[in-house]
């Protein structure tokens, strides 16, 4: 009876854990900031154009949002946004699935949280972060790899009352809050060491040196970090579980 107790509370708090993981990994709000300084302008298109000599010249289409005084920015793993608001809007209500402009632009964030060069490529001075990116990438992936691996082993675990399955599936589970822990704590290592402000502006830095920018631990990143005590304590009821069920045979 209480093994049977043990294992469905550690399954609530795995399947609650792993679907905090699953939102904060698919959604864009780790990251969300607010700034003064503009219009907003990304490069969309280069075409190639030949003038009168013969020369090759290289035009840039780009696209520039309107020009109230807020410009907000959220971002995630997939997609980088931006759009402007009212100076008086908060800027993590604002946010939110329910308060979607239709001036929302949106560029692919890819290797997110560390800069991605928006133009030149590779830009001399985002290049060199290339390799920290690739460690946070590596981290979330491995890390939900890992959490669906525990549950598919617990799943087939508790028919069979194998304590192997068990233990296996525990340690599958503590690994991946070990690895979203290590990974929360590069991004925050990020938002308190790094230029944040700068990687904000971006190109538009030179043009707004004084620019006043507000950088906030978006709802993704919340929801990951509670993730990780739910993962741990899954992890350790079910590495018991299977002590338990082995200890009785």
């Known amino acids: 009876m209480r093994v049977g107790a043990a294992t469905l509370s550690g399954g609530i708090f795995g399947v609650v854990g792993t679907l905090c993981f699953f939102i904060a990994f698919a959604t864009d709000y780790w990251l969300v900031a607010s ?3 503009g219009p907003y302008t990304w490069p969309t298109q280069t075409t190639l154009t030949t003038d009168a000599n013969g020369t090759e010249i290289q035009l840039v289409e780009v696209v520039t949002a309107s020009p109230p005084s807020l410009t907000l920015h959220h971002e995630g793993f997939f997609w980088r946004c931006v759009f402007q608001v009212e100076p008086t809007a908060h800027a993590v209500l604002a946010t939110l699935f329910t308060n979607q402009p239709e001036s929302k632009m949106c560029i692919h964030g890819y290797l997110f949280p560390l800069p991605v060069a928006v133009g030149q490529v590779p830009h001399p001075t985002y290049d060199a972060t290339a390799v920290f990116r690739g460690f946070w990438t590596v981290l979330i992936i491995l890390g939900l790899v890992a959490a669906l691996t525990g549950g598919f082993l617990l799943i087939c675990g508790v028919p ?4 192997k399955l068990y233990k296996l599936g525990g340690a599958f589970i503590i690994a991946a809050a070990c690895l979203f822990l290590f990974m929360l704590l590069l991004y925050v290592l990020w938002m308190e060491v790094m230029d944040v402000k700068r990687y904000v502006l971006q190109e538009r830095g030179d043009a707004c040196p004084h620019a006043q920018v507000s950088v906030l631990y978006g709802l993704s ?3 990951a ?7 741990l304590i899954s992890g350790m009821v079910f590495m018991l579980v299977g002590r338990a069920l082995r200890a009785s045979k």
């Open 221 to 223: 990143f919340m929801v």
């Open 160 to 163: 069979f009352i194998s304590h």
């Open 35 to 37: 700034d003064n300084c």
């Open 225 to 231: 970090a509670a993730g990780v005590p739910l993962e």
